[in-house]
């Protein structure tokens, strides 16, 4: 991977008016800066500024204001933000928009898989959140309890997620797909002590039993009270004393609450993200960190104004959830959520919510896009996606052509594909688009604003026109405050490698018009004799073959070659698995990255291992495959798909 040959021609150009118009544009106009280069520099060198002018932008209230931006004291990889401030993220999302016309605004937009509806004002999502908040101080919820949301995406999802920070409770967002073995491990390793979730939720027209799991994983937990909503209404398993439901609690409260003043470094929120091996790692983040960052990033990535509507393909269990709670609610925007399958019960269902919400920007993931590709661009064709200006993407590397197929059925070829890479620990991303930059296939503009991100070599020293590391050479508001009851194996992950140096674990590249391209992760790298492949590289090739819809690449043990290069696919509709095709397809990746690369297998497969939020699970392809021990697997959508790699070989 030393050679760096992705880009292409610019595809996309903003005009005039994006420019003018545009949220970026204005921010540089106020700080008389006149170019991106010359913000992304003050931004990085001058921290103190930038965010404190990130904080004015974004209208951030504090009870006590701040005496310095950043304390990096104890050392880069601990640093502390907004120092000695006092506020509540909860106040500056809700509290402050009462009295003005943004409490009349639509908060939420809701639709169930079922064609429920459901729309919430600002005031009427404060109302409940003010109940809740109170219904859980009268189950003796106290400011640094830690409270889990096993919840699908619904309106009292949100209530309930602001509602615990609202008290100073730490919230616990857990992946609704998980099974009870997974819920049950990150309940005891944060020592939960409350649980909110349903009886049960629709998706693919199945009914999903959630509080059967929930009860399954609680019984090895701390966990003392279980608020449960009906959304089914079907017969569930009870608790005596434990075991309440959400309505008859919440029904008897005063829509009236006090916001806890809570310090600006107070941890708010852990995220649990997969590891390989280990336990899972749990992110800690605070007041005056994921949300300040989660915002700024909207507004100057994404243009977010007040007046648009922002649905992005997510669980509350993957950080884009709470990154578009806490983002569009600072802004004063709307957020679309869908509590179903986007294929169901048609390939429509995505561009019908667009057409009924007025969804503005939407977000996706590559591999939903890939998969939408089999049924051709009528779906979308057959609804109006006139009320969309922006398209995002984030969770993994595209490939040129679904990324061009996006970019022409959503967007007509005329809005930008913000493309948004980070993480759970970075709050967001740490390179991203924006309404300025002209844009080729599958490209970001550069760093975000704030991030002084740079790619590497293996000695830490920075290229470009290559492949190298991802890395960030300074701190930042929103980097998360270490792992959950782990110091060390944050320090580890992040720090260890190259001296006052955050990498991220993703390779990366700049091309020689300064357009940045993230091409997956370093430790899914290939290396066959000697040259190390990414499997972005690959899985290209293959998805613009005519017949091939989704692919993963990994690398296998080989006694010569070190490791060989094994495929599998996923084929469109009206084409079938033949060792002509397979044939057919290991010359196309071999003509294109060259003989000594070409597959040793091609495997083809109904449905590749992937994630609720379609992400692809190369690792647990490639230990399926070689009958390994796979590692965590309760974020699988498709867990049946793990057999059919096993049996593949």
């Known amino acids: 991977m030393s050679e760096f040959q992705f880009g292409g021609e610019i595809v996309w150009r903003p005009s005039a008016e994006i420019v003018a118009e545009s949220r970026l544009k204005e921010f540089m106009d106020r700080h008389g800066i006149g170019a991106l280069e010359e913000l992304q520099r003050r931004s990085t060198e001058d921290i103190e500024w930038f965010w404190s002018a990130v904080l004015e932008e974004l209208g951030v209230e504090f009870y006590l204001p701040y005496e310095r931006i950043l304390d990096a004291s104890r050392g880069i990889a601990w640093p502390r933000c907004c ?3 006092k506020l509540n993220i909860v106040h500056n999302c809700l509290d402050k928009w009462r009295g003005t016309p943004v409490e009349r605004r639509a908060a939420i937009r809701w639709e169930g898989e079922d064609g429920a509806v459901r729309v919430l004002t600002y005031e009427e999502l404060n109302r409940e ?3 809740l908040a109170n ?26 997620f602001f509602a615990v920070i609202k008290l100073g409770g730490i919230i616990l967002p857990l992946f609704s797909g998980y099974g009870g073995a997974a819920v049950a491990e990150r309940l005891r390793d944060s020592e939960a002590r409350y649980l909110l979730t349903v009886d049960g939720f629709y998706r693919r027209g199945q009914s999903v039993p959630l509080k059967a799991v929930a009860d399954d994983a609680v019984a090895s937990s701390s966990i003392k009270h279980m608020l449960v909503l009906r959304r089914l209404g079907t017969a569930i398993p009870w608790t005596a004393n434990r075991d309440r ?11 009236e609450a006090e916001t806890e003043r809570t310090g600006a470094e107070d941890p708010l929120m852990i995220i649990y993200t997969s590891g390989t091996t280990g336990r899972p790692k749990g992110a800690i983040h605070t007041h005056c960190g994921f949300p300040v960052k989660a915002a700024q ?11 648009d509507v922002l649905y992005w393909v997510t669980d509350m269990g993957w950080m884009m959830g709470p990154w578009e709670v806490f983002g569009t609610t600072l802004l004063g925007a709307t957020m679309a959520l869908y509590e179903g399958a986007l294929d169901f019960p048609g390939p429509d ?11 503005s920007i ?18 979308a064709e057959r609804h109006d996606l006139s009320s969309l200006r922006i398209l995002g993407s984030t969770g993994e590397p ?3 052509d679904p990324w061009l197929w996006y970019f022409h059925t959503a967007g007509k070829g005329r809005l930008p594909i913000i493309n948004y890479s980070g993480g759970t620990e970075t709050s967001g991303g740490l390179v991203t688009g924006n309404v300025l930059t002209p844009l080729k296939p599958c490209a970001f503009s550069g760093a975000v604003p704030g991030i002084a991100a740079d790619v590497v070599n293996e000695d830490g020293i920075s290229v470009r026109g290559q492949v190298g590391e991802l890395v960030v050479r300074k701190p930042w508001i929103g980097m998360t405050r270490g792992f959950w009851k782990d110091p060390e194996r944050y320090f580890q992950t992040y720090w260890s490698r190259f001296p006052d140096v955050w990498v991220h674990g993703d390779w990366a590249a700049v091309d020689d018009d300064g357009l940045w391209y993230i091409l997956g992760r370093s430790d899914d790298t290939i290396k066959i004799a000697g040259k190390r492949l990414g499997p972005a590289e690959v899985e290209s090739a293959l998805v613009g073959h005519p017949a091939v819809s989704e692919a993963a690449a990994i690398g296998v043990p080989d006694p010569i070659k070190g490791e060989s290069l094994v495929c599998f696919c996923v084929l469109k509709p009206g084409h079938e698995a033949s060792d002509k095709l397979r044939e057919e397809l290991r010359a196309t990746v071999a003509d294109q990255l060259g003989k000594p690369l070409k597959p040793e297998a091609v495997k083809f497969l109904d449905d590749l291992p992937k994630t609720r939020n379609a992400k692809i699970m190369r690792r647990i392809i490639r230990a399926a495959y070689l009958d390994q021990e796979p590692g965590d697997l309760s974020a699988l959508e498709n867990p049946e798909s793990v057999a059919a790699v096993r049996n593949a070989r």
Do not use: Y
């Open 362 to 379: 939407l977000g996706v993931s590559p591999t939903l896009i890939r998969g939408l590709m089999r049924h051709g661009s009528g779906p």
């Open 297 to 307: 990033d909207m507004a100057l990535g994404f243009d977010v104004r007040q007046d």
């Open 245 to 255: 439901w959400w309505r008859e609690e919440v029904g008897r409260q005063s829509d």
């Open 349 to 359: 269902r995505l561009w019908s919510l667009v057409e009924r919400h007025r969804a």
């Open 398 to 400: 595209w490939n040129p």
């Open 83 to 85: 120092c000695a401030g």
């Open 129 to 131: 959140v003010c109940r």
């Open 135 to 160: 219904a859980l101080r009268a189950l003796g919820m106290k400011k640094g309890d830690v409270a889990a949301l096993f919840m699908p995406m619904l309106p009292e999802t949100i209530a309930a």
